[in-house]
């Protein structure tokens, strides 16, 4: 079945830091890839997204690209604020009539001042 | 427009009880799906609801179920509470394809004593 790893947390920066959260993904057919945010006490916050193979998707300076050939959708931003302090999920659909997302267990970042 | 609406926000429970929650969607869409996050699972698909059919279903006891309406609204019932139980419910709603994004609410949070 799908299934989603991503690396376990926490992750603590200093601000204007380099942010990398590895995920990778095991799906069958061509999967659309998420990446959503969660800040305390609230919902999900889509943060971007790729639907095709080599596709990046970019918001709020993080950016991911859709890698088929190692299957990963790694998430990076170059410079983290404060206010990006958060759990970050990786997840995936496989598309088709299935609406339902797999999600990998999260990453809780906390950036410093 | 108006986004993914969940009542109540906060719910206390005790053992054998049984509880029902609200999801509306946003105006438009027609998929409605159903999340519980735990410390220990991360998120778990529980269900999905397109037109008032259950389209897909989750790993989850039978105490656990839903209904959806001819407005799009949602409600998902637990009966039989058990401690386990105790988790943030989310909603998603989306609007056409399987690949579209889903919109989350805030969550109900539900606590079983």
């Known amino acids: 079945g799908d299934s989603v790893t991503q690396m376990e947390g926490p992750v603590t920066l200093s601000e204007e830091a380099f942010l990398t959260i590895n995920c990778t993904y095991t799906?069958?057919?061509?999967?659309?890839l998420f990446w959503y945010v969660q800040y305390p006490g609230e919902g999900l916050q889509l943060l971007l997204k790729?639907?095709?193979?080599?596709d990046k998707g970019s918001n709020k300076g993080f950016e991911a690209t859709y890698r088929k050939e190692t299957t990963s959708f790694h998430l990076e931003k170059g410079s983290v604020q404060v206010s990006d302090s958060a759990v970050y999920f990786c997840?995936?659909?496989?598309?088709?009539?299935?609406?339902?997302?797999?999600f990998g267990k999260g990453t809780l970042l906390t950036v410093n001042p | 427009k108006a986004g993914v609406t969940q009542t109540p926000r906060y719910l206390i429970k005790t053992r054998g009880q049984q509880v029902t929650l609200s999801c509306s969607p946003i105006s438009g869409h027609r998929s409605v799906s159903w999340y519980q996050q735990t410390p220990g699972q991360g998120l778990q698909f529980l269900f999905e609801y397109f037109s008032e059919t259950q389209r897909n279903k989750g790993n989850f006891p039978g105490r656990f179920s839903g209904r959806q309406f001819s407005n799009s609204r949602s409600e998902m019932n637990v009966s039989t509470l058990e401690l386990g139980d105790s988790a943030l419910y989310l909603c998603a709603s989306t609007p056409t394809s399987a690949t579209d994004t889903q919109y989350f609410g805030p969550g109900t949070r539900l606590t079983v004593l």
């Open positions: 997840a995936l659909n496989s598309g088709g009539s299935n609406y339902k997302l797999t």
């Open positions: 799906a069958t057919g061509y999967p659309s």
């Open positions: 790729a639907t095709k193979a080599d």
